[in-house]
């Protein structure tokens, strides 16, 4: 299977912590990219990453991409509880096809 | 502004039943559509992708159909409802190759 996985499967920290998740991944790709669920909604974007570059900044989050080991990981700073969610990496591998990993269930406790 | 609608929001139906399952997008043109499968607590498995009207590409076999029928409209369907076609389905669209992902609202199926 070309999905990835992220680790950890669970995450929970108090509010203003700083949260990392880590994905890996099997093939050769694109570009990844992280993504939001809130329970029970559909998925939102938050910030894509080119094969060629190795970190990249949307306010609070930070994404770093490595890959030589196949791997990233998404850094939230000063976390809130609002970020209590389910965070996914997709990886594109064809331009078309997107696979996603199984996810990082993350608990921000007031 | 782009925005994608998905219906129904839940759906319950008998084993053996038919399956139709609409996702439409508004506000572009020539979208790539996805649809998507997520079990519980689980990642999400792709199941169509498509790049243009009457262009469906399938990931993985199943008991599952998607047409397009117009450029931004993609239905997925299913002649005989399975167990384990229960879920949750997400429509997704991205505004072209190798870029982001924008999902709808999502629609629930308990098969039962």
């Known amino acids: 299977s070309q999905q990835g996985e992220e680790d950890p499967q669970a995450l929970s920290i108090q509010e203003g912590e700083n949260a990392t998740m880590n994905c890996s991944y099997k093939?050769?790709?694109?570009?990844l990219q992280w993504y939001r669920q809130n329970s029970g909604r559909g998925l939102v974007h938050l910030i894509l990453i080119r094969s060629n570059e190795r970190e990249k900044h949307s306010g609070r989050l930070r994404v770093t991409l490595d890959t030589s080991k196949k791997s990233s990981s998404l850094l939230i700073t000063a976390s809130r509880a609002a970020d209590t969610a389910s965070y996914f990496c997709a990886t594109d591998v064809t331009g078309n096809q997107f696979y996603f990993g199984t996810g990082t269930s993350l608990t921000v406790i007031p | 502004s782009q925005t994608i609608h998905q219906w129904p929001a839940t759906l319950v139906q008998p084993v053996g039943s038919p399956l139709s399952l609409e996702c439409t997008v508004e506000?572009?043109?020539?979208?790539?559509l996805y649809w998507y499968r997520q079990a519980a607590g689980r990642g999400l498995q792709l199941l169509f992708y498509?790049?243009?009207?009457?262009?469906i590409s399938s990931e993985v076999p199943q008991n599952l159909s998607a047409s397009r029928p117009q450029d931004r409209q993609f239905i997925l369907s299913s002649k005989k409802l399975l167990l384990s076609d229960s879920g949750f389905y997400l429509c997704?669209?991205?505004?072209?190759?190798?870029?982001?992902?924008?999902f709808g609202p999502g629609t629930r199926l308990l098969v039962l």
């Open positions: 498509s790049v243009g009207i009457g262009q």
């Open positions: 093939t050769s790709i694109n570009n």
């Open positions: 997704a669209w991205s505004p072209l190759s190798r870029g982001a992902q924008y």
């Open positions: 506000g572009t043109s020539n979208p790539n």
